[in-house]
């Protein structure tokens, strides 16, 4: 639980200003609840201090699509050219073989179908309002969500912004 706390925190620090807010001033981000994963989302480019290391991963490839369903179903698709057409239609001619679910404040669980124990936790961030992070090189809008990869000591390894 600590662990996953201090992932926890370290990802909030990606959406908040380092000069932090006044109490009575509204956050830039929030934990995700399980509605804010429904749909279908594209990877943003950032930069970010937390990257594979795994040159054959497809997290490397420049056009990344995720489709969330709100039965608990997740397809994706990666590719190193632009994904033409509408990609609704694409995720629909897929089969689902991962699953995923919300364990707590942001803590989602990604499974693969028929493989126990294979499975990833990413901790999952709303973006509330719309922020520059000028250390990440990046813009967040409002509804964008940040997704990091946690390991199994609860060190971040990846993270990804994604919008709809």
């Given amino acids: ?6 992932a926890a925190v370290l990802l909030l620090a990606f959406a908040v200003p380092e000069s932090g807010y006044a109490a009575a001033d509204k956050l830039p981000s929030r934990f995700c609840k399980p509605q804010d994963l429904v749909g279908t989302w594209r990877v943003v480019k950032w930069i970010s201090e937390f990257q594979f290391k795994d040159p054959n991963a497809p997290y490397l490839l420049p056009h990344q699509l995720f489709h969330f369903s709100a039965d608990g179903s997740m397809k994706s698709a990666h590719s190193a050219k632009a994904f033409g057409g ?33 499975s990833e936790t990413w901790h999952c961030v709303s973006m509330t309002q719309d922020r520059a992070d000028d250390r990440q090189k990046a ?20 993270a990804r912004q994604m919008r709809k």
Wanted: hydrophobic fraction near 40%; glycine fraction near 10%.
């Fill in 1 to 6: 639980m600590l662990k996953q706390l201090s």
């Fill in 139 to 158: 813009f967040l809008k409002k509804g964008d969500i940040v997704m990091t990869l946690v390991g199994k000591n609860g060190q971040p390894l990846y």
């Fill in 86 to 118: 509408d990609p609704k239609k694409m995720f629909q001619a897929m089969t689902a073989v991962v699953t995923y679910s919300f364990n707590q404040d942001g803590m989602v669980t990604i499974k693969a179908k028929g493989s126990p124990g294979a």
